[in-house]
């Protein structure tokens, strides 16, 4: 199709295990738990979150603290199940209860996801303008599905003792 660019995509590998496949020119920042995705153009960004089950409440009560990530007010709407590579994560578009803030290049508009994978739960926040989320937040979504959360945490390996004991 004349006019259309094929998007190259690439498979990112957090510190910890978590992959996603995303835009090869977009950037990417890893800080152990939390890794982040920016457009090159600062207009969306995807930030990545793991937590360990343990300590960290139900299911439902993780998604309600991660929708603390978002700050402002939003209008309520459901959780809906949208399916990943390997799992199924809950999603919840956080809408502004001003009609017109939707196709405004001021401010954040922002989709919450939230998966529980074995031991871990994950948080996948996406932030754009909200123009430019009406327009390309499908386009978003297709990578983010892309994601594939670890299950398990663990730890440093022990230091083996050199003679055997």
């Known amino acids: 199709m004349k006019g259309v660019n094929k998007v190259s995509m690439v498979e990112f590998r957090s510190?910890?295990?978590?992959?996603?496949?995303?835009?090869?020119f977009w950037a990417v920042e890893d800080n152990g738990n939390v890794f982040g995705l920016k457009?090159?153009?600062g207009h969306a960004v995807i930030n990545v979150f793991t937590f360990t089950v343990a300590g960290s409440g139900s299911f439902e009560e993780f998604r309600d603290l991660m929708l603390s990530l978002a700050p402002?007010?939003?209008e309520e709407s459901p959780w809906v199940d949208v399916d990943f590579v390997d799992t199924t994560?809950?999603?919840?578009?956080?809408?502004?209860?001003d009609e017109d803030a939707a196709f405004s290049w001021e401010g954040s508009s922002y989709r919450l996801y939230a998966q529980q994978n074995g031991e871990c739960y994950h948080a996948i926040l996406l932030e754009a303008r909200p123009i430019v989320m009406q327009l390309n937040g499908d386009f978003f979504e297709e990578f983010i599905r892309s994601f594939r959360g670890i299950a398990a945490v663990r730890g440093p390996r022990p230091a083996s003792n050199a003679e055997g004991e």
Not at 17 to 23: E, F, L, M, Q
Not at 89 to 97: D, Q
């Open 89 to 97: 994560a809950s999603k919840r578009h956080l809408l502004s209860p």
């Open 15 to 24: 510190h910890i295990g978590n992959t996603i496949v995303y835009p090869c």
């Open 72 to 74: 402002g007010d939003w």
């Open 39 to 41: 457009s090159p153009d």
